[in-house]
């Protein structure tokens, strides 16, 4: 039964969108129509038409509102940057281990985001005029991890040298992994990425993984010599 809440047209609206960026994740801006979008979203064939114009009208709004997501997070980011550096006690380890925890946490919040950058960037959804770039989504989620920073970090913990930009790169793609391809790529290896434990159960991995790949020989996550 289809639901309208005629005297609540954010909420309404809040919903196709919802709708139509699973629908978009899911099978692509060609194979889906209008009709769909109203279907999944529970309200009539005509309303999203009403509120966003047109197919591409409504992509353009799926792309804007993840796109301000990005932001958000991007700004939260900055400002967890801006946190540490001033605070030059905190242990550099536990600063890196949050930017990893938290970009986890983002891609978990927003299992479509991945999915929809890999589209567009791959070509197999064109970018339409109005829509961000994925590349500019995909840039500003990435504050994350600040290289300024994360270089910072790096000089007062007990860390060997390594190359601070190839360390982003690894860090991003431990952290992404799970969400591409719908998680498809990480299910063949008989992980459950929809298992309620994952995301917290990936956080340390990767956390354990990358801290113990940049100590210094010898040396332990707290500094101590083993």
């Known amino acids: 039964m289809e639901r309208e809440w005629v ?27 209008l009709q769909q979008i109203g279907r999944e979203a529970a309200v009539s064939r005509g309303t999203p038409s009403y509120f966003f114009g047109s197919k591409e009208g409504v992509y353009v709004a799926v792309k804007e509102r993840l796109a301000q997501r990005v932001r958000d997070f991007a700004e ?18 536990e600063s890196i281990a949050d930017a990893l925890r938290s970009y986890v946490d983002f891609l978990a919040a927003n299992p479509n985001y991945v999915r929809l950058v890999e589209r567009e960037a791959s070509g197999e959804d064109a970018a339409l ?18 290289l300024e920073v994360l270089d910072e970090d790096l000089r007062r913990g007990p ?39 994952f995301v917290e159960a990936r956080k340390e991995h990767v956390v354990d993984l990358l801290m113990h790949g940049i100590l210094e020989r010898g040396i332990d996550s707290a500094g101590e010599n083993v």
């Open 159 to 197: 860390f060997r040298e390594v190359d601070v930009a190839q360390l982003a790169a690894s860090m991003i793609a431990l952290c992404a992994f799970p969400f591409q391809l719908g998680g498809g790529l990480i299910r063949t290896l008989g992980i459950d990425p929809d298992h309620p434990g």
């Open 76 to 93: 939260q980011a900055r400002s967890a940057d801006l946190d540490r550096a001033k605070a030059e006690e905190k242990d550099p380890g």
């Open 129 to 146: 005029e109005g829509a961000s770039s994925p590349e500019a989504r995909m840039a500003e989620s990435l504050s994350a991890f600040g």
């Open 7 to 33: 005297r609540d047209p954010n909420r309404t609206k809040a919903a196709v969108l919802d709708a139509a960026e699973s629908l978009f994740a899911q099978r692509g801006y060609a194979m889906t129509s």
